[in-house]
Structures are given as C-alpha cells and as structure tokens.
C-alpha cells in the first residue's frame, strides 16, 4: 500500500466505525491488555490479536526493548507501562516478539548494519554485545532467548512485581512466526522450554 491508500482509508475510516461505537470510544478506554511489540511494520498487534478499537494498548519499540525501571530517568516506554498497569489497570501484559526481527539481527551480529544510528545502538546496548553468526537467518532463538530477557526486565518494575504477587496481573510471552504466521507461547516454567503453539 502507498501512502494515497492510507490517506483514502482515512477518509472512510469514520463511516467504518458506528456512531455508538464512536460515542463509547469517546466516553473512555478500558483495554483489555497491555501489548509490547516491536515497530516492525510487518508486526500489526491488532491483526495479530483481532483487537477492536479501545481494547489493546499498544507500546510499539525497535526490537520490542523492556527498559529497566529507572523512574529518574524516565522514558516513554516506561510512562507508557506505568499509566497502563496503574491509570487503566490491565490485567494483562503481552511481550511479543518475531522471527526476522531487524533490532535481534543487529544484537547478534554486534551492530551490523547500524554504523549509521548512534541512537538506535544505544537504545539496543549493541556495544556490549559479541559479534556472532546466527545459525538461522530468521534469527528464531535469539529473538525468543531476547523476548524472554524483556520479560524478565519487566518482573523487575515494582509495581508489575506487585501486582503478579497479588494475582492482579499476569505477564505472557508470544513469538510471532511472520514466514508461517503462527503465534507461540513462552511457558512460564523453565527458561530452557521450548514455545509452544498458541
């Protein structure tokens, strides 16, 4: 699609939503769940989910990064997770990760590809990391054992920790296939599972 399709949708967007709809929307939000996906454009939560309007807040971020809670230093992403766990109160949070993922690519292989944007390295720690040669192309277990490191970053925020401990959250992990279209789940056991279709 070129951007003239987008803009042709959007002109009909408001004739595709009833004005019940659009007078409930308008009332309020109250999602379902909190998803945290990758800004990968071939990574669309809505399809991936069947979500309606109003029923998923969305945090999209290259390579789908969980910061580490760090309040005085404050982020978007981390204001983003706040308001949606604390203001909305989602019972639900989904880390989704994908195969082919471009930001697990440039983790894996040191940087690749990224001597141009300082800024996307930093945000990525790709400094840090070894230069290795994955096995797979479509990067698949680095993009899990990646997807899990999130998971256990977002255990750490206090008030998510709460909230597991209480029983009013629950944290779930999905890897999205984009060659097979399938989605998996990370178990909730032992890292060293394997995913399991959803």
């Not at 399809?47 to 109003?54: D, K, L, M, R, V």
């Not at 192309?137 to 990646?146: C, G, L, M, Q």
């Given at each position: ?16 939503l ?117 096995e ?11 997807l ?51």
């Open positions: 699609m070129s951007f003239e399709n987008f803009v042709q949708h959007a002109r009909r967007y408001p004739n595709l009833s004005a019940d709809q659009r007078e409930q929307l308008a009332a309020g939000q109250t999602p379902s769940a909190l998803f945290i996906g990758c800004s990968d454009s071939r990574v669309t939560p809505s399809h991936i989910t069947g979500a309606e309007p109003g029923t998923l807040f969305e945090l999209r971020t290259a390579g789908n990064v969980v910061p580490k809670y760090s309040p005085d230093s404050g982020s978007s992403e981390m204001g983003t997770i706040e308001y949606a766990v604390l203001q909305l109160g989602i019972p639900d949070i989904i880390v989704c990760g994908h195969s082919h993922c471009g930001a697990v690519t440039a983790l894996t292989i040191a940087g690749r590809g990224l001597d141009e944007l300082p800024a996307l390295c930093t945000w990525l720690g790709t400094e840090a990391q070894v230069a290795t040669e994955p797979d192309t479509a990067v698949r277990a680095e993009s899990k054992r990646h899990r490191s999130q998971l256990n970053v977002l255990r750490e925020y206090p008030f998510i920790r709460d909230r597991i401990e209480s029983g009013r959250l629950r944290l779930h992990g999905w890897f999205y296939e984009i060659d097979t279209g399938l989605v998996y789940v990370a178990p909730h056991s032992a890292e060293d599972e394997d995913f399991l279709p959803l």
